[in-house]
């Protein structure tokens, strides 16, 4: 079992930034894949970013490649998402997951294992 408990979302105006932090707790965070996704509302949810186990493999969606960097850091548990430049269609619940199952960079929904609660993103414009 593991557990992720999301942080950093807000409110920001459009061009502004925020980071959004993921701790994990349960089991050896430094060997699994993981990632970040996000949902509008009456949208389905999409992949954001996806970071191999060591750091080493990285991989973004096109509409926030530039924008967007996803890191972690094992000694802590975490993993973080910076997002800058942020648009009005940045809006969403932001989630991030974990696969126990690899240590690679995976971008589907289904091939994640566990999910945390989910923090809200809301961007003016």
């Known amino acids: 079992q593991v557990q992720l408990v999301e942080s950093g979302g807000g409110l920001v105006q459009a061009g502004g930034s925020l980071r959004l932090s993921c701790a994990a707790s349960g089991r050896t965070f430094s060997t699994y894949g993981m990632g970040w996704f996000r949902q509008a509302p009456g949208k389905e949810r999409e992949f954001v970013a996806a970071?191999?186990?060591?750091?080493?493999?990285?991989y973004y969606a096109d509409s926030v490649k530039g924008r967007f960097t996803i890191s972690r850091d094992n000694a802590q548990n975490t993993v973080y998402l910076q997002m800058n430049s942020l648009k009005p269609e940045d809006t969403a619940v932001y989630y991030c997951?974990?696969?126990?199952?690899?240590?690679?960079?995976?971008?589907?929904?289904?091939?994640?294992?566990?999910w945390g609660q989910g923090t809200q993103v809301t961007v003016s414009s």
């Open positions: 997951a974990i696969n126990v199952r690899g240590s690679y960079y995976y971008t589907r929904v289904r091939q994640y294992d566990y």
């Open positions: 970071i191999a186990w060591n750091g080493g493999n990285i």
